[in-house]
């Protein structure tokens, strides 16, 4: 390969909370902060920051990449932002990887922070501005409705119950107990997610993951800094991204093709032909329940239809065969968006050097993916990690 | 000596909902005064003057032999201009549909409304637009459903998206 290895040495976060007093570079700072700490690095340590972090308009500072630098370690430093909506975690890390696998940099900050609670009334009104202004916002839509829309297209093409679907909610709010950072965990029983209040038929209360402050950070090295920095560095072993067409309602929403297209770019580069013997660990973008199950087939981990079946068996479970989000994710952690892709990543770069803690899967897992997704139904992420 | 805390020790200070409009936290509001007009471009801007007319439009890919809605000056697939408009039919199919009671500032609807993709007949297949659908209730809406576009009268028309009222079943 015509490129250098690359290694994630550290990882730091910040509680993830619906309302959070710190300003958004108080918040970065303390995630960058601890992850600095983590491998005992200093500013002077790193050479480039990759910033994380969705719309301008959440926090209403419309520069937000520049303002947050102070708290992310990154002024005179070469920096870069870049943003793939609800994909941005796991994309910084990409955009980190090829930072260090290049050459230019042997290491690198990747930060992700968003404070959605600053908008008011409700950071849905920023949301609404990823419909099409001409077509579509005239029809008084809302986010919910892309998410309701397919998600029933899934059920509907499938055969898909809404009771399949809450298991989902139902194993990452119970995982998420185990996350020290969680807002939004809890033991909650399938039919507390049926009967959960009507939203956007068939998205109900509790199908949804919350909108959180957060901010989450990890460094990045080269082979040879890597192995001088950690004992335990867990390596980059495929990375992969894809967006989809934005002419939505062309296609058919009950697969996500695009998440399919990154996951082989990064099972290419990583030498994975069969994901489900091959990776350990899972940890797809969860903003929805549904969404898990429709990601799972879209990284090859289930047939189009079947992920349903990995849940309902147990085999997702955190001690099950294949864990799928042992973190809790974005419905049992929390979901600063860009923070909630990257948390993603650091779940599984804790998993593989065995400090996750009670959230601990057994049996030393020694390959991870995470994946996230975004804009409008239109983004896949993907990043393979290994030991 | 540096700050240091182990990897156990998350660090953030949740506030509750009443904190900021109860004053135990200072905070400042602002209002953006930033308003928009877009533009229609040229592709919408055809097909805005067609549902002005009480026609929906679309465009056909000689190359790839498909007819999308809503048009598009560039056809995605083979990257040509498309330039062969085609009068579509105002009947299509449900290819999804949501019942929503929510608003977008995630207030609470009394009645419910029904976002739908409404694949158009005469376009390739799956091809659709996002519309609602009227003179339907929760339990009659169903994908597959068969629904024809409800205009307004000609004089009340402006050319948008809401010169159609709504999709109702055939």
Not at chain 1, 37 to 51: A, F, N, Q
Not at chain 1, 136 to 144: A, H, I, K, S, V
Not at chain 1, 220 to 226: L, S, T
Not at chain 2, 121 to 132: F, K, M, N, T, Y
Request: proline residues 7%; aromatic residues 8%; hydrophobic residues 40%.
């Amino acid at each position: 390969m015509p490129f250098r290895r690359v290694a994630v040495v550290g990882a730091g976060m910040t509680r993830f909370m619906r309302r959070a007093l710190e300003t958004p570079k108080e918040l970065a700072f303390y995630a960058t902060r601890m992850a600095l700490d983590s491998c005992e690095l200093t500013l002077k340590d790193i050479d480039g920051v990759i910033l994380g972090s969705a719309p301008d308009a959440f926090d209403g500072v419309h520069r937000k990449g520049e303002y947050l630098i102070d708290g992310a370690g990154a002024f005179r430093k070469p920096v870069m932002r870049g943003y793939v909506g609800g994909g941005t975690g796991v994309w910084a890390v990409i955009q980190g990887w090829y930072h260090v696998a290049s050459g230019l940099f042997d290491t690198v900050l990747v930060v992700c922070e968003e404070k959605m609670s600053s908008c008011y009334p409700h950071p849905q009104g920023a949301f609404n501005a990823i419909f099409d202004h001409t077509l579509e916002r005239p029809l008084g839509t809302n986010l919910l409705w892309i998410f309701a829309l397919e998600m029933h297209r899934y059920m509907a093409t499938y055969g898909i119950t809404e009771r399949d679907i809450a298991l989902v909610s139902v194993k990452n709010k119970r995982n998420g107990l185990d996350h020290p950072c969680s807002h939004v965990a809890g033991n909650i029983t399938v039919d507390d997610v049926l009967q959960s209040e009507v939203m956007a038929w068939p998205v109900k209360r509790l199908d949804v993951s919350p909108t959180s402050d957060g901010a989450v950070a990890l460094v990045m090295a080269c082979e040879e800094k890597a192995r001088r920095i950690t004992h335990k560095p867990v390596w980059v072993e495929g990375i992969g991204w894809c967006l989809d067409t934005s002419y939505w309602t062309n296609r058919d929403l009950a697969y996500p093709v695009y998440v399919e297209k990154a996951a082989r770019m990064a099972y290419k580069m990583a030498g994975i032909v069969d994901p489900r013997k091959q990776i350990d660990i899972v940890e797809p973008y969860d903003p929805f329940d549904y969404k898990e199950l429709h990601h799972l087939e879209g990284l090859g981990f289930a047939r189009r239809g079947e992920a349903p079946d990995l849940i309902a068996s147990g085999v997702a479970n955190r001690d099950g065969d294949l864990p799928v989000t042992p973190s809790g994710g974005l419905l049992g952690v929390g979901n600063p968006i860009a923070a909630a892709g990257l948390m993603k990543v650091a779940e599984i770069f804790w998993q593989l050097r065995g400090e996750a803690g009670k959230r601990q899967v057994p049996g030393k897992p020694r390959r991870g993916l995470a994946q996230a997704w975004g804009d409008l139904m239109q983004v896949g992420t993907v990043v393979v990690l290994g030991i | 000596m540096p700050l240091r805390w182990t990897v156990n020790e998350f660090r953030g200070t949740p506030l509750r909902e009443s904190d900021i409009p109860e004053g135990r936290v200072l905070s400042v509001r602002w209002d953006p005064n930033a308003r928009y007009a877009w533009d229609a471009g040229i592709a919408i801007g055809r097909f805005l003057q067609g549902l002005k007319e009480g026609r929906i439009l679309g465009v056909h890919c000689p190359s790839c032999r498909r007819t999308v809605v809503p048009p598009r000056i560039v056809c995605e697939n083979c990257f040509r201009p498309l330039t062969q408009w085609v009068p579509l039919q105002d009947t299509g199919t449900v290819q999804t549909v949501s019942v929503c009671y929510v608003n977008w500032d995630a207030s609470r609807r009394r009645e419910p409304e029904f976002p739908a993709v409404i694949a158009l007949d005469g376009a390739s297949p799956g091809c659709g637009i996002l519309h609602i659908l009227g003179e339907v209730t929760p339990q009659t809406v169903r994908v597959g459903l068969r629904v024809r576009a409800l205009w307004k009268p000609p004089q009340e028309r402006t050319g948008a998206i809401t010169d159609i009222c709504y999709f109702r079943p055939l």
